[in-house]
């Protein structure tokens, strides 16, 4: 059997959780690659709402084995919280979540050093989500992380401590106040006692093993394809492999037990934090926008920057992971408006029209091509089949396969697990 990946194929919140949540009954492991807590994947069913944001949107169907893979990030105090917050729910977390001892531990001081390096960027900061995940990855390709597995050794605090002491040199170059560590500390260590009482793993074993005998997985990716540390919008990036790739990097799967990739994404665009968005709308539309999809960060609640589709940019996303079927998301958002239009290419200062994503091109001032197309300005609620949809929304989809070269296997027309429609 090969593992399936589902991934987002914008700047993230594309609608991964949902939908890892639509589709996990046929799946039997549900498994999380690279990312960590700044992660926000919301799920709606039954009129709850949750967010998780490091265990995998497999949880709440339980006869899906979750796994934290060896990519990941892992805050042990956020964790818990999660794991708390699932109380409700009657989640029996030792048989249904399993964590690698091969994945990073994010420690106190990755946070205070995300928020160093952050202020010291003045006007030039990504917007990180100050989770730490910028450090805790530097440190584990500097061959210095703390691993989960270490949390099982006798010597752990040792090699806390030195990594805390290294830290501490950088954040006293930055001046940075170092006065909530004791408490942080306080919190972290007691997360960690809880932690050692979870399954931990060698979850490339597991993954493989299962593969072997034939059972389904879906690889759960975080963030999205234009965050991706090599071919996002670099310096305005997270530091992980957020494409197919990362999938076997972060799991032990080789890239030959690679199934189908389903690529998210939203029926217009969204960015939270800093970089280059060429179809970003500053006018009354883009409020709209945002009101209507409620495009609030799941994870630091600040408001999403809203625009129009980007074909050069969704066509480069699918380019880079071999998309097989396309998910288009939050078309219900789209209903307000009377025309709706789509950026076909890009023009240049010069006016020579480009369709692609050079090196060059976050350091330009590109003017986005539109296209633009009568909206269906309607309601979608109560429709259960793509037969009912109004024409204009299906001219929508059509003229977007035609453009990508991918079907779009699946439209999403509101946040519930039953507002999925299938084609
Ligand atoms: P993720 O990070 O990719 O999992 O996405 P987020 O959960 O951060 O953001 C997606 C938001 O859109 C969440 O609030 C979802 O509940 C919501 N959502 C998902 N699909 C739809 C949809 O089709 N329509 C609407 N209106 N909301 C949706
Ligand atoms: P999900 O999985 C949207 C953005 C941050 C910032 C940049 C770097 O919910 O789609 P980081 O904290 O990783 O150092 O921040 O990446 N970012 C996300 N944007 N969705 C996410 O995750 C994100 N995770 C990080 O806003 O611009
Ligand atoms: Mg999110």
Same mark, same amino acid.
């Given at each position: 059997?090969?593992?399936?990946?589902?991934? &987002?194929?914008q700047?993230?919140?594309?609608?991964?959780?949902?939908?890892v949540?639509?589709l996990a009954?046929?799946y039997?492991?549900?498994? *999380?690659?690279?990312g960590? !807590?700044?992660?926000?994947?919301?799920l709606?069913?039954?009129g709850i709402?949750?967010v998780?944001?490091?265990?995998?949107?497999g949880?709440?169907?339980?006869?899906?084995?979750n796994i934290? &893979?060896?990519?990941?990030?892992?805050?042990?105090?956020i964790?818990?919280?999660e794991?708390?917050?699932?109380?409700?729910f009657?989640?029996?977390?030792m048989?249904?979540l399993?964590?690698s001892?091969?994945?990073?531990?994010i420690?106190?001081?990755?946070k205070?050093?995300?928020?160093?390096?952050?202020?010291?960027?003045?006007?030039?900061?990504?917007?990180?989500t100050l989770?730490?995940i910028?450090?805790t990855?530097q440190d584990?390709?500097?061959?210095?992380?703390?691993?989960v597995g270490?949390?099982?050794?006798p010597?752990?605090?040792?090699k806390?401590?030195?990594?805390?002491?290294?830290?501490?040199?950088?954040?006293?170059?930055?001046n940075h !106040?170092l006065?909530v560590?004791?408490?942080m500390?306080?919190q972290?260590?007691?997360?960690?006692e809880f932690?050692?009482t979870?399954n931990?793993i060698?979850?490339?074993?597991?993954v493989?093993?299962?593969?072997?005998?034939?059972k *389904?997985?879906?690889?759960?990716g975080?963030?999205g394809?234009?965050?991706?540390?090599?071919?996002?919008?670099?310096?305005?990036?997270t530091s992980?492999?957020?494409?197919t790739?990362?999938?076997?990097?972060?799991?032990?799967?080789a890239?030959?037990?690679i199934?189908?990739?389903?690529?998210?994404f939203?029926?217009y665009?969204?960015?939270?934090?800093?970089g280059?968005?060429?179809?970003?709308l500053?006018?009354?539309t883009?409020?709209a926008? *945002?009101k209507e999809g409620n495009?609030?960060?799941?994870?630091t &609640?600040?408001? %999403? %920057?809203c625009?129009?589709?980007?074909?050069?940019?969704?066509?480069y996303?699918i380019?880079i992971?071999?998309?097989t079927?396309?998910f288009m998301?939050?078309?219900?958002?789209?209903?307000i408006?009377e025309?709706?239009?789509?950026?076909t290419?890009?023009?240049?200062?010069?006016g020579?029209r480009?369709?692609?994503l050079?090196?060059?091109i976050?350091?330009?001032d590109?003017?986005?091509?539109y296209k633009?197309m009568?909206?269906?300005?309607?309601?979608?609620?109560?429709? *259960?089949d793509?037969d009912n949809?109004?024409?204009?929304?299906k001219?929508?989809?059509s003229?977007?396969?035609?453009?990508?070269?991918?079907?779009?296997?699946?439209v999403?027309? &509101?946040p519930?697990?039953?507002?999925?429609?299938?084609?």
């Amino acid at each position: 059997m090969k593992m399936d990946v589902l991934l &987002g194929l914008q700047w993230g919140d594309e609608g991964k959780g949902k939908i890892v949540d639509v589709l996990a009954p046929k799946y039997e492991i549900v498994a *999380r690659f690279q990312g960590g !807590p700044n992660a926000g994947h919301t799920l709606e069913f039954d009129g709850i709402k949750h967010v998780l944001h490091q265990i995998p949107s497999g949880i709440f169907r339980s006869q899906i084995l979750n796994i934290i &893979g060896n990519g990941v990030v892992l805050d042990p105090i956020i964790l818990k919280k999660e794991i708390d917050g699932l109380g409700k729910f009657s989640i029996d977390y030792m048989k249904n979540l399993v964590i690698s001892k091969k994945a990073t531990i994010i420690i106190p001081t990755h946070k205070l050093l995300d928020a160093a390096l952050e202020t010291s960027k003045g006007d030039k900061k990504i917007g990180s989500t100050l989770k730490g995940i910028g450090p805790t990855y530097q440190d584990k390709i500097g061959r210095s992380a703390l691993r989960v597995g270490d949390i099982l050794s006798p010597d752990f605090k040792d090699k806390y401590q030195a990594l805390v002491e290294k830290h501490k040199t950088i954040l006293s170059f930055y001046n940075h !106040p170092l006065d909530v560590l004791a408490e942080m500390e306080e919190q972290f260590f007691a997360a960690v006692e809880f932690f050692k009482t979870l399954n931990l793993i060698d979850s490339e074993y597991v993954v493989n093993d299962a593969l072997a005998s034939n059972k *389904r997985i879906l690889a759960e990716g975080a963030q999205g394809s234009l965050l991706d540390i090599d071919f996002g919008s670099y310096p305005f990036v997270t530091s992980s492999t957020t494409m197919t790739a990362g999938a076997c990097t972060g799991l032990g799967v080789a890239p030959s037990k690679i199934g189908e990739v389903f690529g998210i994404f939203k029926a217009y665009c969204t960015r939270v934090g800093s970089g280059p968005f060429p179809t970003e709308l500053f006018d009354e539309t883009g409020e709209a926008m *945002r009101k209507e999809g409620n495009e609030f960060g799941s994870t630091t &609640g600040r408001p %999403r %920057r809203c625009g129009w589709l980007d074909l050069p940019a969704l066509r480069y996303s699918i380019m880079i992971n071999d998309v097989t079927q396309l998910f288009m998301m939050k078309g219900d958002v789209l209903n307000i408006f009377e025309e709706i239009k789509i950026c076909t290419h890009y023009e240049l200062p010069t006016g020579e029209r480009i369709d692609r994503l050079s090196f060059e091109i976050s350091d330009l001032d590109v003017k986005p091509v539109y296209k633009a197309m009568k909206g269906w300005n309607t309601s979608l609620k109560g429709i *259960r089949d793509y037969d009912n949809f109004p024409i204009e929304l299906k001219d929508y989809v059509s003229f977007l396969e035609e453009q990508l070269n991918v079907p779009i296997k699946l439209v999403s027309i &509101g946040p519930d697990r039953e507002q999925t429609i299938l084609r």
